[in-house]
Nanobody, 116 residues
């Protein structure tokens, strides 16, 4: 199972980015797919998850600004990030949990930098 994360970049505060997590297999194979981030010197933290039912969950820091969604036909999960702040600067990773063996699979990470 491969997860390909993309879409990171450098933006100014208030800007937007859309991250993509493309899976090599059907995303229906996963109980949930989530986005996590890790800033320098900090622990990796949850940003948002989306279940196979399409139920979503967000960290408080992401609520109202970020939207997680899925395109089943493309086996891709997106994270639309609006109103970005410098505190959002981090490497963003996607993770998928298999519905069959509960194994976690991680993508390679994509850098998001928010700076003026």
């Amino acid at each position: 199972v491969l997860l390909q994360a993309s879409g990171g970049g450098s933006v100014q505060p208030g800007g937007s980015l859309r991250l993509s997590c493309a899976a090599s297999i059907s995303i229906f194979s996963f109980n949930a797919v989530g986005w996590y981030r890790q800033a320098p010197g900090k622990e990796r933290e949850l940003v948002a998850t989306i279940a196979s039912s399409s139920a979503t969950n967000y960290a408080d820091s992401a609520k109202g600004r970020f939207t997680i969604s899925r395109d089943n036909a493309k086996n891709t999960v997106y994270l639309q990030m609006n109103s970005l702040k410098p505190d959002d600067t981090a490497v963003y990773y996607c993770k998928a949990t298999s519905r069959y063996n509960l194994q976690d699979y991680w993508g390679q990470g994509t850098q998001v930098t928010v700076s003026s």
